[in-house]
């Protein structure tokens, strides 16, 4: 195969274009052309050139390598990398009488994935999921949302699918992947119901509707290739016998006996981090941030962005990435942005509250919403593993309270934290955070080095988004679960550090952040099961 690069057309072009371009670019005829792909298509919309589509496309043709030595020294026509994944192993290479079956805890992309892999090679794994199926879970999850009714082991954080299955769906990630695990996800994802397009769109998103059932196929695809995933089942124990891990206790149920279990846990599992801690898993505090949702109307954010291209359907809503090193030292930087879409309440304990953000594939709300973070280290919460847990739960606590205690999360308006006093009433941008949002200064609800440092940034970002500080932007607190407080240490065999057996994975443990890199480690660590199996 051939990848060729930049091959650039007008945003508008005919279907039939690309195959032109193709032929022209190599200067071979339609008959030489075998077959090709769209590998990435990301676009140009600087404001001083024309709109375009930027492809990078993979083909066969008839005498490649000639034509490969032809375009040697062209750095913009390779071979194209081999990206199709390969197995490591096969359950029947080990199965014997007392094979016993890998356990997967969580059932978010990392346990999906982990489980999912697992299957395939055909070692029959069984997923505990403390939350329920997807479709339940998204009632619950109306419940917060509608009714300020929250259930703590069904919400946004817990249940089939993970933390990601309300969210816009973002497929990209910064991760290193020279083995291209990130295409095999994306291809599962596509198998499962995903459109086609997120094989080969530069920032691929899925939006919430969507996910759900791509959820569902994933789950049937497990079970069919003889693996078993039992919802409402939370793991309370952990049955650890000379360093090596032996089974897990479920509440309400009999003990699962298992010398291989997956901790594919997420960040907000901070009763089984206790648990692991007191059964003394090694882990230890590691960096994350906080910080507060932002609103804007998204036509302003497109306007700045795109400029004279804002709201060509063909580009969608525009979104945006930005970092301020404030003088403090703190680094502030937007997070989780999602275009056209709602603020959500995230939270996964009574009396707390939490902000992140969703939307729809079509992103078409009204409003764009990011958190704008301030990183922190383990030294502003010193204690040890479990201190960044108490961190969250004070600031999670507090935002609570000036929301009014009623779930609606506390909020003001940018002119208003500028100047350091109380908001009253909305201007014209509308917050989307349901059940609601309760003007307030927010000037408590994050240390003072946080909230000074966001003075900083937000002026500072007007620079780079014109309007981006406009007075009737709106604040929302708070965001902590940005990220892991912790990292549960595994070594290059991917177990932990001082358990043998137990693999810890994912977000939770430290070792991703966000859907595609969740379901990357999933796969890695389902790859050092079956190589464990196949040593013993
Ligand atoms: P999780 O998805 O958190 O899954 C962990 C699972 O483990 C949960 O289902 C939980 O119920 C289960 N569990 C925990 N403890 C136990 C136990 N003791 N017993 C049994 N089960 C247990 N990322 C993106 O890349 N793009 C986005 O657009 C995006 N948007 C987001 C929007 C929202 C609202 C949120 C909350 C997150 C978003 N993220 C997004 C982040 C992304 O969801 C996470 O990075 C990802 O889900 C992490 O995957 P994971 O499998 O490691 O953990």
Not at 292 to 305: C, G, K, N, T
Request: hydrophobic share 40%; aromatic share 8%; charged share 25%.
């Amino acid at each position: 195969m051939i990848r060729i690069t930049e091959l650039r057309l007008p945003i508008s072009h005919a279907p039939e274009a690309l195959e032109e371009a193709i032929l022209k670019r190599l200067n071979i005829q339609t008959q030489d052309l075998i077959q090709f792909d769209v590998f990435k298509r990301s676009y140009d919309a600087r404001k001083n050139v024309a709109l375009a589509f930027i492809y990078t496309v993979d083909l066969s043709v008839k005498n490649e390598e000639k034509l490969l030595k032809q375009f040697s020294n062209d750095i913009h026509i390779r071979p194209s990398p081999d990206m199709s994944y390969h197995f490591v192993a096969n359950a029947s290479q080990v199965m014997s009488e007392d094979f016993e079956r890998p356990v997967v805890i969580g059932f978010g992309p990392c346990g999906i994935f982990a489980a999912l892999v697992l299957a395939q090679m055909g070692f029959k794994p069984i997923v505990l999921e403390r939350g329920k199926a997807v479709r339940e879970r998204t009632q619950d999850t109306w419940g917060l949302w509608r009714k300020n009714v929250l259930n703590p082991e069904s919400n946004v954080q817990f249940g089939e699918g993970g933390a990601g299955t309300f969210s816009d769906g973002k497929l990209w990630s910064q991760i290193k992947d020279p083995k291209f695990y990130g295409r095999k996800v994306i291809t599962e994802f596509i198998k499962a119901g995903a459109p086609e397009e997120i094989r080969y769109v530069a920032k691929p998103h899925i939006g919430t509707f969507r996910l759900v059932g791509v959820v569902e196929r994933m789950r049937q695809e497990i079970i069919e290739l003889g693996g078993e995933i039992r919802f409402s089942q939370k793991v309370i124990g952990f049955d650890i016998q000379k360093d090596q891990i032996a089974g897990v206790k479920i509440e309400g149920y009999p003990d699962l006996s298992a010398n291989h279990v997956v901790l594919a846990l997420g960040h907000s599992a901070r009763d089984t981090f206790e648990v692991l801690h007191a059964a003394g898993v090694y882990m230890e505090a590691k960096p994350f941030s906080v910080g507060f949702r932002i609103e804007h109307p998204q036509s302003l954010i497109d306007r700045a962005r795109l400029g004279p291209h804002a709201g060509n359907e063909l580009i969608g809503a525009a979104d945006y990435k930005l970092v301020h090193h404030a003088k403090n030292g703190r680094a502030v930087y937007s997070f989780c942005m999602c275009p056209g879409g709602t603020v959500v309440a995230a939270t996964s304990e009574p009396n707390r509250v939490v902000t992140n953000g969703m939307s729809q594939y079509s992103r078409n709300e009204r409003n764009a919403n990011a958190g704008i973070v301030v990183g922190i280290t383990p030294e502003d919460y010193p204690g040890g593993p479990l201190a960044g847990i108490e961190f969250q739960r004070a600031l999670e606590s507090k935002a609570y309270e000036l929301g009014g205690s009623t779930y609606e999360a506390p909020g003001q308006l940018v002119g208003d934290f500028l100047a350091g006093k109380a908001s009253t009433e909305f201007g014209s941008v509308i917050p989307s955070y349901k059940p609601g949002v309760h003007l307030t200064d927010l000037a408590d609800a994050l240390p003072p080095y946080a909230i000074e440092a966001i003075r900083e940034a937000i002026p500072a970002f007007e620079k780079q988004i014109k309007g981006f500080s406009i007075k009737d932007a709106v604040l929302t607190g708070i965001e902590t679960r940005t990220s892991s407080p912790l990292r549960i240490t595994r070594g290059s065999n991917f177990q932990s550090l001082n358990i043998k057996g137990l693999y810890p994975a994912g977000e939770g443990a430290g070792y991703a952040g966000g859907i595609l890199s969740a379901g990357v480690d999933g796969i890695k660590v389902a790859e050092a099961i079956a190589l464990d199996y196949l040593s013993k």
